[in-house]
């Protein structure tokens, strides 16, 4: 079992940044892909970003990248996500995930809030 706890979200205008925290506990961290995800109001959760176990590998949405930055110190046990240049549409909670493999999330966070004010 593995417990995500998300914090870092809050009211930011458009063009500002943000940094956003995922601390894992429970069983081995680095064993896992981690990812961060969101959903906007009326909208489908959809896939942000990824990072593999040793961080060597991140991939991202189109919509995100060259903004956002996946990290992970295996050693906090935790991701984080970097988001800079934000804008309106950014705005929903965003959940990270924890999995084995990228194809299967397994655990889940409660989620933070991030609101871009244009």
């Known amino acids: 079992q593995v417990q995500l706890v998300e914090s870092g979200g809050g009211l930011v205008q458009a063009g500002g940044s943000l940094k956003l925290s995922c601390a894992a506990s429970?069983?081995?961290?680095?064993?896992?892909?981690m990812g961060w995800f969101r959903q906007a109001p009326g909208k489908e959760r959809e896939f942000v970003a990824r990072i593999s176990w040793s961080g060597g590998i991140t991939y991202y949405a189109d919509s995100v990248k060259g903004r956002f930055t996946i990290s992970r110190d295996n050693a906090k046990n935790t991701v984080y996500l970097q988001m800079n240049s934000l804008k309106p549409e950014d705005t929903a909670v965003y959940y990270c995930?924890?999995?084995?493999?990228?194809?299967?999330?397994?655990?889940w966070g409660q989620g933070t809030q991030v609101t871009v004010s244009s």
């Open positions: 995930a924890a999995g084995l493999v990228t194809t299967a999330w397994d655990y």
């Open positions: 429970g069983r081995t961290f680095g064993n896992y892909v």
